[in-house]
């Protein structure tokens, strides 16, 4: 009997041990939140107290005598508190004191008597010695107070309003539970001048059961909500917890039966029994379609939303958001998951305004196209509903100009559509399949669907904006390196012009031929690199050690034909650079050409190539003219930019794919001019060094 008083009286101090804490954590009432935090708790250890003592076959002693006071008197304060400010009319008046109603006279006298009655009790027992009685004093005073907390609960209930009450009447049944459970108990001592053994123990299941009843009225009451609450993962990770020692207690239970009752067999039967219950219990547990019976049980019979909003959001975002080459895949995932769906299909518009099968989750592959201005399609762009295809096979009046389309209704499990709506446009579908298990549609889950569509259509919206931005630049590149080989054929057919309009003159000059030749041969091989160059071929653009003053060399030769003719001055030859020779050759020519067209017949381009000055690790290549100049603000604005040029036949892009290359290389073009005395272009490259092969001495 002591063991099962241990266990009760524990079980007691369980419940009100929980119920006081998340009173205490989140309590918005603050005249309530403290009285009824301490009352939780006071009985809390009145019940620890009395496990304790039971436990060690202690029926009564002066702690436990103390608790039993204090927890009255917790109870009976929180009743007080529970009755808010008293009014006491004067002529039908309420009578004010300051800013707080006054109290009624009877009530303050109450609370007098009750101080009394807790100093006396104190007194009585501290000089007691009663294991198992009780004085008839301690008695009579336990009696008197389980009649005044009775009395509490009625003033407290009766002078509430027919709402309050809804509210306060589950707290008013389990405190008066106690109070009138407590009255019957120490009647009966007092009668028979002994505590009844059976009562004792059976006290602490009684106090146990109206923790629930309790807390039942925090949650009706809205100055009570607690913001102390158990996710939906640790419920369900703990139901499956408790689930599986129930199904294992009880199987090994019957495996105990087993071999009791099989004789020689007996051992080989519970053997074989219990691994068959053990292959069940984790066959239970790994099955999708079991989780989701209990996920959907635990949110319709313990919460009063379906969802964990922060909890569901946030996973459904991590989905989106997570790596994987399919974002479609992941969208259909994140929206089966809010549903408990094993799989769906994804439509989205394609370029030719059709509705297409665009990803699949767990499902089929579907090639099934739905038209843009089919009635289906407008239908979910006009209202953005969800629709449950059950209910439309069942109820279609609900569905008032909706026709589904056949491919459709003739889908296997097919149970969803959820529109994904951008900008009040549709842009597309998911197909979801059926639920694992079964799972009422309320508005709470159609409009957390409808929205989280539309945050996959966002994801979805922007990948496609992603991948279009991507050819774009990738186009951009295409026409820019067009442009830049049309600037050079543009080149090269001046120089055949030139030389086709000079033909007729000195056609019988052999050194004219010569430089004919010459020329074309280098044309040609310039023709070949643009080609290569559109080829992409793997030689293109291809860095190698070059002797500068070979490229410029080169450079000058395709320019013979042009007057004035460059002049070349060598100060330092061999110095390397790292580059691709036509590119550096084009660059290179561009600006020469460019300083022999902004010079008269008459005037100069000098070509120095050498060691830049002050810079010991640098090559320079400055090509200087006598011609027409630029302005400061002409070389700031308009030097530079791309498609700007001042020639009738030009791109404007020359000088600008001249800079960039160079920068490229990690070297720098400078540019001095004036007005009507000419214009200096430096080019300065990092200088190439060779490391030579070790040498043995």
């Known amino acids: 009997m002591i063991n099962i008083a241990a266990s009760s009286y524990a079980l007691a101090a369980i419940g009100y041990l929980a119920l006081g804490l998340s009173v205490l954590s989140g309590w918005r009432g603050t005249a309530q939140r403290g009285t009824l935090g301490t009352a939780c708790l006071v009985t809390a250890g009145w019940a620890a107290m009395l496990a304790w003592d039971a436990s060690y076959d202690v029926l009564w002693d002066t702690a436990s005598a103390a608790l039993e006071v204090l927890r009255g008197g917790a109870w009976s304060l929180f009743l007080v508190a529970l009755l808010g400010h008293w009014r006491h009319e004067v002529d039908g008046m309420p009578v004010m004191a300051g ?31 009663l294991l198992p009685r009780l004085s008839l004093p301690i008695l009579v005073g336990y009696v008197g107070m389980a009649v005044y907390g009775m009395l509490l609960v009625e003033q407290a209930y009766r002078n509430k309003t027919i709402e309050e009450r809804w509210a306060i009447k589950f707290a008013c049944l389990g405190i008066g539970g106690m109070f009138a459970y407590d009255f019957y108990m120490y009647s009966n001592a007092l009668l028979f001048r002994k505590l009844s053994a059976d009562l004792w123990t059976a006290r602490g299941f009684v106090v146990a059961l109206t923790v629930p009843l309790v807390a039942m009225s925090i949650t009706r009451r809205k100055s009570w909500t607690t913001s102390f609450a158990v996710s939906r993962r640790v419920v369900f990770h703990s139901a499956a917890l408790f689930g599986s020692a129930i199904y294992l207690l009880a199987m090994g239970s019957v495996g105990y039966y087993l071999r009791y009752v099989g004789g020689s067999w007996g051992m080989v039967m519970q053997t074989g029994f219990l691994f068959g219950t053990i292959s069940l219990l984790g066959v239970i547990l790994f099955s999708g379609t079991a989780r989701s019976w209990l996920r959907v049980s635990i949110s319709k019979h313990f919460y009063r939303y379906n969802y964990d909003y922060r909890e569901e959001w946030m996973r459904f975002t991590r989905t989106l958001s997570g790596g994987g080459p399919n974002l479609g895949e992941r969208a259909i995932q994140a929206l089966a998951v809010l549903v408990e769906s094993p799989g769906g299909t994804l439509w ?29 399609s407008r239908f979910l762009e006009s209202t953005q509903w ?5 209910e439309y096979v069942e109820h ?4 008032e100009g909706l026709a589904l389309p056949d491919w459709l209704l003739d889908a296997p499990r097919r ?8 900008q009040e446009k549709l842009f597309g579908f998911v197909v979801l399949q059926r639920a694992r298990s079964p799972l009422k549609l309320n508005w709470e889950i159609i409009d957390l669907l409808e929205i989280a569509g539309s945050q996959a259509a966002s994801y979805l919206a922007q990948e496609d904006a992603a991948n279009a931005l991507m050819v774009a630049r990738q186009f951009e590149s295409f026409n820019r390196m067009s442009t830049f080989v049309v600037h050079d054929l543009k080149n090269l057919v001046a120089q055949l012009s030139l030389m086709n309009a000079n033909a007729e003159k000195h056609k019988d000059n052999p050194e004219f031929q010569r430089d004919m030749m010459e020329t074309l041969n280098h044309s040609v091989q310039k023709m070949k690199l643009l080609l290569q160059k559109l080829s992409r071929s793997e030689n293109a653009d291809k860095p190698l050690p070059l002797a500068v003053d070979q490229v410029v060399r080169q450079a000058l030769a395709l320019k013979s034909a042009f007057e004035p003719h460059p002049q070349l001055l060598v100060e330092q030859a061999g110095l390397l ?6 590119r550096l050759e084009r660059v290179l020519g561009h600006l020469i050409q460019n300083a022999i067209e902004a010079t008269p017949r008459d ?16 090559v320079e290549v400055e090509i200087t003219d ?3 100049g630029m302005t400061e603000e002409f070389i700031r604005e308009r030097l530079f930019k791309p498609f700007d040029s001042t020639k009738s036949a030009g791109m404007g892009i020359g000088v600008f794919e001249s800079r960039e290359y160079i920068t490229e290389l990690g070297g720098a073009l400078e540019v001095t001019s004036q007005p009507a005395q000419g214009t200096t272009f430096r080019v300065v490259l990092p200088l190439h060094r060779t490391v030579a092969a070790a040498t043995i001495a």
């Open 603 to 618: 005037g100069n381009v000098l070509v120095r190539v050498g060691a830049a000055q002050g810079r010991g690790d640098a």
């Open 396 to 399: 279609p009046d609900k569905y």
């Open 626 to 628: 006598t011609g027409e």
């Open 577 to 582: 650079v790292l580059a691709d020779r036509e």
């Open 348 to 376: 989205q518009r394609d370029a030719a305004g059709r509705f297409t099968a665009h990803a699949a989750w767990h499902a089929p592959d579907n090639l099934v196209a739905e038209p843009a201005n089919s009635p289906f």
């Open 415 to 422: 149970w969803l559509v959820v529109p994904l709506m951008l």
């Open 386 to 390: 969800v629709i449950d295809v059950d």
């Open 99 to 129: 800013r707080f109603l006054v109290p009624r006279p009877s009530l303050l006298l109450a609370g007098c008597l009750y101080l009394l009655l807790l100093a006396g009790l104190g007194a009585a027992q501290w000089n007691a010695a």
